[in-house]
């Protein structure tokens, strides 16, 4: 079995050299985005504590990917990119679908009424891209 610590070390390490992630925001709202995604990333990893490697990067693949892409397609919503009612549908049901790829279909997350709802804020001038992306990651702590 490997070491949990150099699991989670080795996923964040290749986190935060992935700067595409989060070039689209403004330093603190990126800042927040990779706290956000280096939690969701050692959590998910923490699960396969008891896991050899091989078994444990099979498990890891599609959630890690998940983390990956709900960090890139939440800081593109926190950056305006999902102007069209219509995207942000879209934007929401593959979030949903990335959320129970990371915790699994028994986690008991946000309704998509509640997830859409926390997207349109975007609609709102007054929410900066630190404070949209705080208020959906508030939303999934409270769900999970």
């Given at each position: ?11 964040i390490?290749e986190?935060t ?17 990779l ?7 050692t ?6 504590a ?10 890891l693949?599609?959630?890690l990917k998940?983390?990956r ?5 939440v ?9 069209d009612?219509a995207d ?15 915790w699994?279909t028994?986690?008991k ?14 609609d709102?001038k ?6 949209l992306?705080v ?5 999934l702590?409270?769900?999970?």
């Amino acid at each position: 079995m490997a070491n949990i610590a150099e699991r989670i070390q080795r996923v964040i390490e290749e986190m935060t050299g992935n700067e595409a992630l989060l070039e689209m925001l403004e330093t603190d709202a990126a800042t927040e985005m990779l706290e956000w995604g280096k939690s969701l990333a050692t959590s998910v990893v923490t699960r396969t504590a008891d896991m050899d490697d091989i078994v444990a990067d099979l498990d890891l693949l599609p959630r890690l990917k998940a983390v990956r892409q709900t960090i890139r397609s939440v800081g593109n919503w926190a950056a305006g990119k999902y102007v069209d009612p219509a995207d942000r549908l879209q934007l929401r049901d593959k979030l949903m679908k990335h959320f129970e790829t990371i915790w699994g279909t028994d986690a008991k997350l946000p309704s998509a009424g509640q997830l859409e709802s926390v997207l349109n804020e975007v609609d709102d001038k007054n929410n900066s891209p630190l404070t949209l992306i705080v208020k959906l990651k508030s939303l999934l702590q409270e769900a999970i």
